[in-house]
C-alpha cells in the first residue's frame, strides 16, 4: 500500500517512527513542512524535516524531541563567549547536516534534492519530501506585532497572543517535485498528529498540494493533536483560536474539511463523533496518546487499518 | 613605538604572544597572511589569522599550534558518519569563528573589518588585518599537478615534490584598509619566523605591500624560519628549494634583501653573517628557538631591541 504521510515535528516523527514499523518504509512518502525553516548562524535549518529525520534515523534527543541525542553544545558555548546570539542552540553534532544542507542550497541545489540525499545517507529508507523548494514562512501575528514562527516558539516561549497566522510566499511556492505524484498514487493519505495551523497549515497553504488531496482517490486519514480542549503539546490551542476554529477534534476537523475522510481522536473524544460528522469526517475513537514506541506502532496499525 | 608584524601561523602567533609582553598591544598592527584559506563545509577558514588570534587570546591548542584548546569533534564526527568530507578537521569552538566569519562575508562585510571585529570580541588589544581583502591564493606546483595550499599541506601532509609556487590573484589584490598606512607610519616592521614562501610570500606578493616596505622609514627585522640547513618546522626547506635559494638564513635574506634590514638568526649561523651581508641584510646571531613562552619574550625582546 503506497502511502504519503503530511508531517510537522515531533508529534508525526513518533507517529511515522511507529507506522515504519507496521509497513514496508520504501511504500512511504513523508511530505514535510517548512514553514518555520529558519536561517541562524548563517545555516540554512529545516526543525521539522531534521526532527523527522533524526528519529527515524533513531538519532533523536527524546527529551527534547528534536535534536540529537548525547550531543555537546562546544561551538553554541563559543558562540556565546564571542558575545553572538545563542537563542537556538544547534548542538555540534546536529551542525554537521545544517552545514552540509547550507552549503549544497548555496550552490544552487534544491532543499528537495539535499533533503533527499541527507535521508538516503541517514538511511531512512522512506522518501523525506519537503512541502516546497520555495521558502514559505509561517509568521504569526501578536500585540507586538509579526513574529516569525521560531521567533514566536523559541524567543517568545509561545508567550504572546496569537492574532493571526500567515504562510508568507505559499501562493508563489509550488510542490517540490514528487509531492503531488505521490499523493495522487497513493492509497491511503496520512494526516499527521501536528499542529494544524503551524505544521500542517503550511503544506495546506500551497495550492496545488490542497487540490491533490482533494482529487486523490486515497483514503485520507488524519490523527488528532487535540485531546478533549488543549493540545498534547504545544501553542495549537492559541493558533486554531486565530484561525476561529473550536480548540479541539471538532476544530480540526473543520480545518480538514474539504478532503479529510476520517479522523483518529481520543477515547474520552468519542462524544465528538457527530458534531465531527457534520464536517463530513467519520470520528475514530482510540488510544491517540504515544507514551512509548509500543503505543506508536498500536496508532499507526490503527491508522493502516481504517476501512471506510 | 608603532610597529607592524608580517604574520603566517603558528611560529609568528608564538613570536607575538612574546612581542605583546614588552610592548604596548594597542601599539601593533599585525598583518597577517591570507593564502592558505580555504573553504570547508561552506566556511570560509582563515587559518594564519586564526592561529595568531588563538594564540594571542589564550585559546589555542599549544599542542597542535592550532586550533582551539580542549575542543571536542563532534561536529566532525557527525560528518564522517554521514561520509562527508573530513580532512581538514574542524572543532566545535572553533567552529564558531568559522560560522560567524561566513556569515558576515556572505552579507558582503570585507575579511578586514570581520577580522578586525573577532579580534575585539576575543580581546586581543591589538589590531590584526588580513594582507588583502580579495582572494590570493597560495597553489604548489607537484609532479602530480598543481594543488591549493591546504592539499598539499593538510591533504598530501608536504609529501610531495615542490616544482614552484605561485599566488594566485596576487597582482589583483589590494591591500586590505591600513595596511600601508601602517608599514609607512610604522617605527618599526617586523618579519616573523613564518614560512618565507608560502607565509610572507604571499604578503609579499601584494606588490603595493612590498612598496610600502621598500619606502617605509621604519627599520624592517626579520627573525629566521631557518636554523642550519632546516626549517624549525613545515616545508619551508623545498618551497625554498623551489623558489632557488639556498635553504639557510642566506636564502631567507635573500628572498627579503630589497627592503631587508637586519635579520636574527641562530647562534650557530652566525658564520653566516659575511654571506647575509652580501644582500645587504645585517645578520644578528642570537636565541630564535621559542622553546616556552619566555623564549618566546626573549626573542620579541630581541627583535624590539635591534639599533642600526
Request: charged share 25%; glycine share 10%; aromatic share 4%.
Amino acid at each position: 500500500v503506497k502511502v504519503v504521510a503530511l508531517a510537522g515535528g515531533t508529534g508525526a516523527a513518533k507517529f511515522l517512527r511507529g507506522l515504519v514499523d507496521v509497513m514496508p518504509a520504501a511504500d512511504l512518502t513523508i511530505v514535510g513542512n517548512t514553514g518555520d525553516d529558519l536561517e541562524m548562524w548563517g545555516l540554512a535549518i529545516s526543525p521539522d524535516l531534521d526532527t523527522v529525520a533524526y528519529t527515524l534515523a533513531g538519532l533523536v534527543d527524546e527529551a527534547k524531541g528534536w535534536g540529537v541525542k548525547h550531543d555537546s553544545f562546544s561551538c553554541r558555548d563559543a558562540m556565546a563567549a564571542l558575545e553572538l546570539p545563542t537563542y537556538f542552540a544547534l548542538g555540534d553534532r546536529d551542525l554537521a547536516v545544517h552545514l552540509h544542507r547550507s552549503e549544497r542550497l548555496r550552490a544552487g541545489e534544491p532543499l528537495s534534492q539535499v533533503t533527499g540525499d541527507l535521508a538516503r545517507r541517514l538511511r531512512l529508507g522512506c522518501r523525506l519530501i519537503p512541502m516546497s523548494d520555495q521558502r514559505v514562512a509561517t509568521e504569526i501575528e501578536t500585540p507586538g506585532g509579526w513574529l516569525s514562527f521560531q521567533e514566536f516558539f523559541v524567543r517568545e516561549r509561545c508567550r504572546p497572543a496569537v492574532l493571526g497566522v500567515r504562510y508568507v510566499g505559499a501562493e508563489q511556492a509550488a510542490p517540490a517535485p514528487g509531492v503531488i505524484e505521490a499523493v495522487l498514487a497513493a492509497e491511503r493519505v496520512i494526516i499527521c498528529p501536528s499542529n494544524p495551523v503551524s505544521s500542517i497549515g503550511p503544506i495546506l497553504a500551497v495550492a496545488p498540494i490542497r487540490r491533490a488531496l482533494a482529487a486523490t482517490r486515497a483514503t485520507v486519514v488524519g490523527v488528532s493533536p487535540i485531546v478533549g480542549r488543549a493540545p498534547v503539546s504545544g501553542p495549537a490551542g492559541k493558533m486554531m483560536e486565530a484561525r476561529g476554529v473550536e480548540v479541539s477534534a471538532v476544530g480540526v476537523a473543520e480545518l480538514y474539511r474539504e478532503w479529510l475522510d476520517a479522523l483518529l481522536v481520543d477515547r474520552g473524544d468519542a462524544d465528538l463523533a457527530p458534531r465531527i460528522a457534520e464536517h463530513g469526517v467519520r470520528a475514530l475513537p482510540t488510544e491517540i496518546i504515544m507514551r512509548d514506541h509500543a503505543a506508536e506502532v498500536e496508532l499507526a496499525r490503527a491508522v493502516l487499518d481504517v476501512a471506510l
